[in-house]
């Protein structure tokens, strides 16, 4: 009996002096001064229009992280050698759409007043305007390459402006409409595919980018953009989308552009059981940070 209850407490001493897995993205660093990038989690989804969830993500994909490689085959990098921070998540009040924005917005300039980009987890895609209000203060010039299942051009959703459906178009009245391209979208009212087609931003190849190779381009990823058969934890899954590679070659044709930041927004985790979907948003954020 002694015995047993010594090896349950040299077992219990082992667990508690670890090893213990890092609540940090895999492959980040420890010094938040000596990084080029900061990644941040924006748990923020209350202005969610279908189904919620998209606040539990950024947690989600620390834990799921675990499971992906630091290199990257698809551009020859590891991740291991990119300066990279996770700083964990920023804290929002529920349901105040204003206030979460201004937390991202003043979170954004201190990153980018320390000569940092950002690579933002969401969070539903409301959290990109955010950002793009503190570049916008920052750069000029700046552009917004989305990849999206959705146009977001709403000007608003039952009496309310700042919403994830009119996101992009609330960006395009700090930027201008001459400064977005939208890619990847099949769904949306008449009147915002009117919108996209009057301003030309909806691009069909890659090719169709190249317009923004002298701009300082913010890319911001919504998960949905992949077909619902590889991506069904988000919030609103629209048949018809890309498949994984397909996004990675577009990827990769905008690698040398100077892209001062990105995000990746609307994975709803608990909506996947079998958590492809996150597995999924793990790699892609190992793709992303590659660009930046």
Known sequence: MLQNLTFIYDTIIYMLKGPFLDKDFIGSNKNYDKSDIVLIGMPYDG???????TRFAPQQIRVESIGIETYSPYFDVDIQDINFYDAGDLEFPFGNAGKMLNIVQDNVECIYKDKKKILGLGGEHLVTLGTIRALNKIYDNLAVIQFDA??????EYLGEKYTHSGVMFQIAKLIGFENIAQVGIRS???????????????KLSP????????????VTIDLDVFDPSLMSGVGTP?????????????????????????????????????????????????EALTLL
């Open 188 to 202: 949306g009212e008449k009147q915002e595919f009117m919108l996209m087609q009057k301003y030309n931003t909806h």
């Open 238 to 286: 629209e048949a018809g989308g890309m498949n994984y590679i397909e996004l990675i070659n577009w990827l990769k044709h905008i690698k040398d552009f100077n892209i001062i930041g990105l995000d990746i927004v609307e994975l709803a985790p608990d909506i996947d059981i079998t958590k492809t979907s996150t597995a999924t948003a793990c790699k892609l954020i190992r």
């Open 47 to 53: 202005t969610c229009t279908n189904r919620p969830g």
């Open 207 to 218: 090719s169709e980018l190249d317009c923004f190779k002298n701009k300082n381009v913010f």
């Open 150 to 155: 959705h146009t977001d051009l709403r000007e």
